[in-house]
């Protein structure tokens, strides 16, 4: 009996030892089992984000702006303006539904200019609505060095934003 009692003494005391922890600190055990570097590298990601968590700062995306037809009613254009159409005629109005232009067909350039068919010809007008001078045909292009191609009489004529002839 005295043997037994002293066996099942042991086995509950040996059993209370290993359930203790090492008081609130637990990196001693931690450390005993893993290399430094993964311990390193574990304490790290716990009090830090991983970098596929993280938003990238200061960086944004480069907004590539390319012609936009106005096709839609209410259509909301990039510049703050919106488009209406009322009997197949577009108008394009600003944030104060002030009317800036209108025409049979409409497109905003990537420069915030506004190419406007009305009838003949292919016009384009400024962002207040004022027709640009010299820059109107048959067809009329904005090419990527900020260049106005005007196609008018069979040939081509080339203008500078602000309407002065380019050669």
């Known amino acids: 009996m005295k043997k037994f009692l002293t066996i099942l003494m ?20 931690f450390e005993q089992t893993h290399s430094r570097k993964s311990h390193r590298h574990d304490r790290k990601s716990d009090r830090h984000f991983r970098k596929s968590d993280r938003r990238p700062r200061g960086r944004k995306k480069a907004v590539i702006l390319r012609d936009i037809p106005c096709v839609q009613d209410w259509q909301e254009l990039w510049n703050g303006c919106h488009v209406r159409i009322k009997l197949d005629k577009i108008y394009i109005y600003d944030p104060y539904d002030t009317k800036v232009v209108s025409g049979d ?31 109107w045909g048959d067809e009329v292009d904005l090419m990527s060095n900020g260049v106005f191609r005007c196609y008018r009489a069979g040939s081509y004529v080339y203008y500078d934003a602000d309407g002065r002839k380019r050669e």
Request: glycine content about 8%.
């Open 10 to 29: 042991l086995v509950v005391m040996s059993l209370s030892v290993s359930a203790q922890r090492y008081g609130h600190d637990t990196r001693h055990r």
């Open 105 to 135: 067909e409409v497109i905003l350039l990537p420069n915030g200019l506004y190419k406007v068919y009305n009838g003949a010809f292919w016009h384009v007008h400024a962002p207040s609505g004022e027709r640009v001078s010299n820059i």
